[in-house]
């Protein structure tokens, strides 16, 4: 199974920079995904980590250590419109029924204020 | 890029019918789609896997009898919610696999916008 946990609530200002963590206990690991909800709205891709390291597009950079479970968001200049949930995402290894779905922790809302 | 898109957006229903909710891959072959639920200030759930020409993989706790998918093609696939109540009041979310990763990351899953289903 897997176990995902990251802040339910964060709060920060507009300009300045925030770090959403994620931890994971999983028992098969094929890629760790993040992706932006605004309420009432599908979820939206923002990255996607399969290898140790920082990934960075724009003001949002991912980072993933694979031996310690661990993942975190970066986003940076922060804006208003950056106010949403923000969801990190495990996929399994799908063994055998090619599934590969995603399992998903319960999402850090993120209000960004002036 | 890929789309997928989803019918109804919301539907409100009364309590004992039947709904179906559609998820089709617009610009791509999607031979898995993945059906979730999220409940209000919750994250998505997975329901279960739709894979194309065969039967659905339902995740523990979901009744395969009251939540029927049909994934008849590889651009669409089907979730009724059977005899519906108030409880499964919630949003529907389908995403879909580019098989064949030609719009984007073989990886990348692509979500629908969503279904508000309301049973009165």
């Known amino acids: 199974g897997q176990n995902i946990d990251q802040p339910t609530e964060m709060t920060a200002t507009e300009g300045a920079i925030v770090q959403i963590n994620c931890t994971y206990q999983?028992?098969?690991?094929?890629?760790l995904f993040w992706y932006q909800q605004h309420a009432g709205e599908a979820p939206t891709f923002l990255s996607y980590n399969v290898l140790d390291g920082l990934e960075e597009k724009g003001r949002f950079s991912s980072f993933l250590s694979r031996s310690k479970g661990y993942s975190y968001l970066l986003l940076k200049e922060l804006q208003m419109k950056d106010s949403a949930s923000y969801l990190c995402a495990v996929r399994d290894e799908g063994q055998g029924t090619g599934r590969r779905a995603l399992t998903f922790g319960s999402g850090t809302r993120l209000q960004v204020q002036p | 890029g890929a789309v997928v898109s989803q019918h109804p957006s919301w539907v409100i229903c009364k309590s004992g019918t039947s709904v179906k909710i559609e998820c089709r891959s617009l610009?791509?072959?999607?031979?898995?789609m993945f059906w979730y639920r999220q409940f209000p200030k919750q994250s998505l759930m997975l329901m279960a896997t739709?894979?194309?020409?065969?039967?659905?993989?339902?995740e523990q706790g979901v009744e395969k009898d009251k939540f029927l998918i049909n994934h008849a093609s590889l651009t669409l696939s089907t979730l009724t919610v059977t005899s519906a109540h108030p409880e499964d009041s919630s949003f529907y979310i389908c995403s879909a696999r580019d098989r064949d990763g030609t719009s984007g990351p073989s990886y990348e899953q692509y979500f629908g916008p969503g279904t508000r289903l309301t049973v009165t």
């Open positions: 739709s894979n194309e020409g065969s039967k659905a993989t339902y």
């Open positions: 999983t028992s098969g690991f094929n890629g």
């Open positions: 610009d791509f072959q999607a031979t898995t």
